[in-house]
Every structure is written in C-alpha cells, then in structure tokens.
T-cell receptor, first 116, second 113 residues
C-alpha cells in the first residue's frame, strides 16, 4: 500500500514546547515538502528537500526545522520560536524528473497542530 | 516571484450544472499548472494538471484550459455532483530547483442536490 503518511493526525502543544511532526513516504520519491495551511489561505511552503542530507528554506521557514537523514522520511519540528504555530500541516513528495521540469506533488493526510 | 490569484473564493451550483474556477499567474516562465481538490480535514488530491505546451486537457467531467498569452488557466467541472463539493486549489510553477509550486487561496465549491 504505497503513499504518504503523516502522524499524528491531531497534536496539541503547550506554549514554549517543541513538537515534531512525522512524514513518511514509500513511493521512492526524491523530493519532499512541508506546507502550512491556515483557514482561507493557500498552502505556504515551509521547507523542502530534493536529496538526502540536503534541504532548503521555503517562504515561511522561521521557527521551523527539518532533517532528511533517510529518503523516505522528512520530519518537521515546530519550535518555540514559531509565534503562531496553530495550523494544518501538510507533507508532500514528488519525483524529480529533470532540473527544469516541475513535477507532480502528492500530499499526505495532514497533521492539525493546536497550541493550548 | 510568482503570484497566483484564484476566483471566486466561494461557488455554489445546482447538481448537474457546470462550475468554472479561474486563476491568473504573474511569472511568464511558469510552465506547470496543477489543480487540487481538498475535502474537509484531508490532504489535497491532484485531480488534473496541464503543462504549457498544451492549451486544454480533459479527464471525464473535468477539464483545464490554459491561455499563456493572458497568463490565466481555468478548471471546468461539468455535470456537477454533490461529491464534487470541496475546496479546489490551483497552483503554478516554472520548474527547476527553485521553481516550487505557488498556490492560489482556494475556491470552496458547494453542489446542491
């Protein structure tokens, strides 16, 4: 059963705590992405990675950190420096066919993070 | 950088009618335009996409058209059904390591039985 999994589905955090969101894919995709979704907004890119042990900041990376130690895994840590972390977080992955070709991204089911 | 505008933000149609959602983009270098459907509490699902070397693509009741000169693209859903009710997002990208997807803000489609 191939796909992208995210866990947990719901996550509650107290102010000042770091939390880590899991994202795993068994599609053998090269690239993985983290997006944040707020009500009435489009998806905004937090971080992305095109190869193991390498990742790049997206548009809203402040207060977040990632790692890419394995091809299939791309965890996101929401740190206490993120001032407004309550949101729906989405992980995606894609094949990288070529440097100049945009590729289809497939999304996981998401994690809803709420700061108490 | 790229900017994607999506209209309307909400759309209500009767079952069986057609629905059209429109997006405009700013970067003429963009060459890939996907559409996603997101149901409540779930991740977006890719429903159709188009690349700049074609003007129209169709998949059953769903079609996408692209006008590169005007820099806009549209999603057309015919014979709408209640299960088409969802939020639809358009996106644009020019590819490459820096050419990530830029999303519109979404259209909430309601299909009334």
């Amino acid at each position: 059963d191939g796909g992208i999994t995210q866990s947990p589905k719901y996550l509650f955090r107290k102010e000042g705590q770091n939390v880590t969101l899991s994202c795993e894919q068994n599609l053998n995709h090269d690239a993985m992405y983290w997006y944040r979704q707020d009500p009435g907004q489009g998806l905004r890119l937090i971080y992305y990675s095109q190869i193991v042990n390498d990742f790049q900041k997206g548009d809203i990376a402040e207060g977040y950190s990632v790692s890419r130690e394995k091809k299939e895994s791309f965890p996101l840590t929401v740190t206490s420096a993120q001032k407004n972390p309550t949101a729906f977080y989405l992980c995606a992955s894609s094949i990288l066919w070529a440097e100049t070709r945009a590729n289809e991204q497939f999304f996981g089911p998401g994690t809803r993070l709420t700061v108490l | 950088g790229e900017n994607v505008e999506q209209h309307p933000s909400t759309l209500s149609v009767q079952e069986g009618d057609s629905a059209v959602i429109k997006c405009t983009y700013s970067d003429s270098a963009s060459n890939y335009f996907p559409w996603y459907k997101q149901e409540l509490g779930k991740g977006p699902q890719l429903i159709i996409d188009i690349r700049s070397n074609v003007g129209e693509k169709k998949d059953q009741r769903i079609a996408v058209t692209l006008n590169k000169t005007a820099k806009h693209f549209s999603l057309h859903i015919t014979e709408t059904q209640p299960e088409d009710s969802a939020v639809y997002f358009c996106a644009a990208s020019w590819g490459g390591s820096q050419g990530n997807l830029i999303f519109g803000k979404g259209t909430k489609l309601s299909v009334k039985p």
